[in-house]
């Protein structure tokens, strides 16, 4: 008979199209009274925060350009350390380069002789 499923007679089927349609009535009245709470609460928050009786939201940017200003410091320090550790390589091998430098000592060497036999020889 009809659409319900419980329903055996006609009065059952229409007390149950009935039950529905207030079941139905009632969760969109559930529905809308959600909607309503949600789109006022806003509205609510600012006017009690505006008295005073509630804290204003705590700002986010201070934490956020301190967060920035912290990556920033590490990262200066960071590339100091390399570039000083770079330097110093870099010093290490050209005073390495200058003492391992065999045509220096063999001028000197040969100055040395020359002198030793100019020497000698007067």
């Known amino acids: 008979m009809g659409f319900s499923r419980h329903a055996t007679t006609p009065s059952k089927e229409a007390v149950d199209h009935f039950t529905q349609g207030v079941t139905s009535l009632k969760e969109a009245g559930f529905a809308a009274a ?57 010093g290490e091998a050209l005073l390495a380069d200058e003492l391992l430098d065999d045509t220096e000592l063999e001028n000197r060497d040969r100055k040395l002789t020359e002198e030793l036999v100019d020497s000698v020889t007067r």
Do not use: H
């Open 34 to 90: 959600r909607g309503t709470k949600d789109a006022t609460v806003p509205k609510v928050n600012v006017v009690l925060t505006k008295v005073g009786l509630r804290k204003p939201p705590a700002r986010k940017w201070p934490w956020v350009v301190g967060a920035i200003g912290a990556g920033l410091a590490l990262s200066g320090a960071a590339a100091y350390l390399w570039y000083r550790q770079r330097s110093e390589s870099i």
